[in-house]
Structure formats: C-alpha cells, structure tokens
C-alpha cells in the first residue's frame, strides 16, 4: 500500500477526498482487519474514516441510532448502555477497538449471531461514497438512491469494493438484566452437530451457541429468575456433565472463546469457515488432520475459525475442501510475508459480483485487490 494516506473528517471532506484523489483507493480504520482477505494495490492511497466518528442521532424510543463509520464499537455500546440500550453484536476484534464501519464491511460476527444475526439483519442504512465521489443513502432521508440495489446489502462483506461507508444506521437492542452460561463437555469434533441438536431440540432457547476448548458454551439472555430457571431446566434435560458456570468461569470462558477467534499468529494462519452445521464436525475433523489446531465452533450456524500451518499448500487445501462441501472460507490473520491465498477457488456467484463491481467502479479504484482473484482488476484499468 502507498505512504500516502488521507484523514477526512466529515462526510464531504470524505467525498472529495475520494473523488479528487487518483488511482486506487483504500479505506482504512481502526486497522484491526488490515490484512483480512487479499492484499491490496502497492500503489493505493489510504483513506481514513477514523474521523467520521461518534454519535449521529439516536432515537431510544424507535431503538435506532446512526454511527460515523469510524466509530468504535465499544464506545457506542458504552454510550448506548446509559439507555439500556445496545447493538446485539459481539465478533471478538471489538475489543481491539474495532470500527462500527469495518465490522460491517468484512461481514465480521460473533456468538450472538445466533439469536439475532449478523451486522447484514442490524444495519437499516447506509451512507457510502462511491468510486466517482457520488454520495449515496439507502434508508432514512435520500440525496441520492442506488435504483434497484440494497446498499446496505450489497455493502456487507464486500471489503470496502464497492462504496466506502461513511455513516451507518443500526437497529438496538434492550440490555438484558442477566446471563447465565450453561457448558457441556464436547468428546471430539466429529461430535459438534450432536452436541448443537441436544441444546436446540430443547425448549430451552440459547442467544449464543459455541463450542471452545472442548466444551459447548450456551449463552442464555433474560431476566434474573426467567435466566436462572432456564439454566437448571437445560441442565436437566441435557443431563450427564451440563453444568451452569459461575459468573467468573462464565466470563472466563467466553473471555478464553475471544481470544482464540482473534488469534494472531507468528507462526500461523487463521481461517474462518462457514458450511452446513450437519457437515462441520467432519469437516473440522479433516482440518485437524491437516494441522488444524485453536478451534472455535458454532454448531448451530455451522462457522468455525482455526489456525493451520502457514502454508500456501495446507491454506489452499482448507479453501478447496471448504468449497467443496459447499462452504466458505476467508484468510483472518498470517505471518507478515507469507504468501497464502486469502480466499477460496473462485465460485460460480462470482459472475454476479464482478457485474455488481462493474456498475459501481468499472476501474476497480476502491480496494483494489482486496477480493482477488474473485474481482480481477479489469484490463486497461486506470491508474
């Protein structure tokens, strides 16, 4: 990436910056994601959104707020708090100080994905700044609409390639006044889809469902006694060696849940990979035997991250079997230097996501290389 780089502070310090700034264009935060997905373009001027920050307008009584880009998560979970009020979302990075708008661009998550999905189901608008400096709005008040797509949508999880999110709208959630966390010891990988039915079969509803350091962790959200009285009646029906945690061990293990999602490796590559949950503990499985090793797993969604030998062969083998199954994987962390291809054998979707590309930046100037090989940089491409 070049040395150049750009520190807007407004919206429209934003949209000039990306429309008077030539060649290729990358957004930049907190930089907790710097080097998630494919590397980009050497000679690409880095554009902060770190300035965009803090609190646009919140609305407690339709439980909605909108955010500058760059706003860390945990500050705005802070200031949402006093009203009891929160964004139910938790991927393990928010804890490095990890931006509202580069959460949702690298479709991150975390456990409560389960109960209440991703940043794609909590985000009811957008404003982005596309390749030309057009500002764009999708929900709320328009300066401009995208005829015929859903930004909001076609922004998620596409690393900042077809627009640069400026601010965001988010949908809020009630604090819950308690949590208990329930465990279950886990034999083995090949045992995760059993595991996951024996919570969800029940009546007995999770919030968050994930299974680390041999144990399957369920997260159960509520009022005081409404928590305690559904934490003894899943241990009951789970039976064998369920146990409901201390608030301490409860904290520990999600803590220790964390820190194993988020690793970042001297010596390693981490993946997170996504597939059917009946097909995850065998595919985990097979992923150990390649070396796999600081699993963390969700059974019920079928997402899982891990770490394997930094390796171009072994990351190449993970994508293929991966995609094989139907799935799909991304390169989250490796050692500076090595060369491990960041994303999966190209899908046949991909057609779609090249002429999405095409309407929104035919010379490709915003993260460029960030999706490739999937999204090549078009021939005859300007500088």
Same mark, same amino acid.
Request: proline share 7%; glycine share 12%; charged share 15%.
């Given at each position: 990436m070049s040395t150049t780089s750009l520190s807007p502070g407004s919206l429209v310090e934003l949209r000039d910056a990306v429309r008077d700034t030539p060649g290729p264009v990358v957004a930049t935060g907190a930089g907790t994601a710097a080097d998630w997905g494919g590397a980009v373009a050497a000679d690409a001027t880095a554009v902060s959104v770190a300035g965009l920050s803090g609190v646009i307008a919140h609305n407690p009584g339709d439980m909605t707020v909108s955010v500058g880009a760059g706003t860390p998560l945990s500050d705005l979970q802070a200031t949402l708090a006093e009203s009891g009020q929160r964004v139910a979302f938790d991927a393990a990075r928010v804890r490095r100080g990890a931006t509202v708008g580069g959460l949702f661009a690298t479709a991150d998550a975390g456990p409560l994905a389960l109960g209440f999905g991703s940043l794609r189901d909590l985000v009811i608008g957008v404003t982005v700044v596309l390749a030309d400096g057009t500002v764009a709005r999708s929900g709320g008040h328009v300066i401009k609409n995208v005829a015929g797509?859903?930004?909001?949508?076609?922004?998620?999880?596409?690393?900042?390639?077809?627009?640069?999110?400026?601010?965001?709208?988010?949908?809020?959630?009630?604090?819950?006044?308690?949590?208990?966390?329930?465990?279950?010891?886990?034999?083995?990988? /090949?045992?995760?889809? @059993?595991? &996951?039915?024996?919570? +969800?079969?029940?009546?007995?509803? $999770? =919030? !968050?469902?994930?299974?680390?350091?041999?144990?399957?962790?369920?997260?159960?959200?509520?009022?005081?006694?409404?928590?305690?009285?559904?934490?003894?009646?899943l241990v009951e029906l789970l039976g064998g060696a369920a146990e409901v945690l201390s608030p301490a061990d409860a904290d520990a293990a999600w803590d220790a849940h964390r820190a194993t999602v988020d690793r970042r490796p001297d010596d390693a590559a981490v993946l997170r990979v996504g597939v059917a949950p009946t097909r995850l503990g065998d595919l985990l499985t097979g992923l150990v035997d390649l070396g796999g090793s600081h699993v963390t797993a969700a059974p019920a969604t079928?997402?899982?991250?891990?770490?394997?030998?930094?390796?171009?062969?072994?990351?190449?083998?993970?994508? /293929?079997?991966?995609? @094989?199954? &139907?799935?799909?994987? +991304?390169?989250?962390?490796?050692? $500076? =230097? !090595?060369?491990?291809?960041?994303?999966?054998?190209?899908?046949?979707?991909?057609?779609v996501l090249r002429s999405v590309a095409a309407a929104f930046d035919p010379d490709q100037r915003l993260g460029r290389g960030r999706l490739a090989p999937w999204l090549p940089v078009p021939t005859g491409a300007s500088a």
């Open positions: 797509y859903d930004l909001a949508k076609l922004l998620h999880g596409a690393y900042g390639t077809f627009g640069i999110v400026a601010e965001v709208v988010l949908r809020l959630h009630p604090v819950s006044a308690a949590t208990r966390t329930v465990a279950l010891p886990v034999a083995d990988l /090949a045992a995760l889809p @059993a595991a &996951g039915r024996a919570v +969800t079969d029940t009546p007995v509803e $999770a =919030g !968050a469902l994930e299974v680390v350091d041999g144990r399957l962790l369920a997260l159960l959200e509520g009022t005081e006694a409404g928590v305690d009285g559904r934490a003894t009646r079928g997402v899982a991250t891990l770490s394997v030998p930094a390796d171009p062969g072994v990351v190449e083998t993970v994508h /293929a079997r991966v995609a @094989a199954l &139907g799935g799909t994987s +991304t390169l989250r962390a490796h050692p $500076a =230097g !090595a060369d491990v291809p960041a994303w999966g054998p190209t899908p046949t979707s991909a057609v």
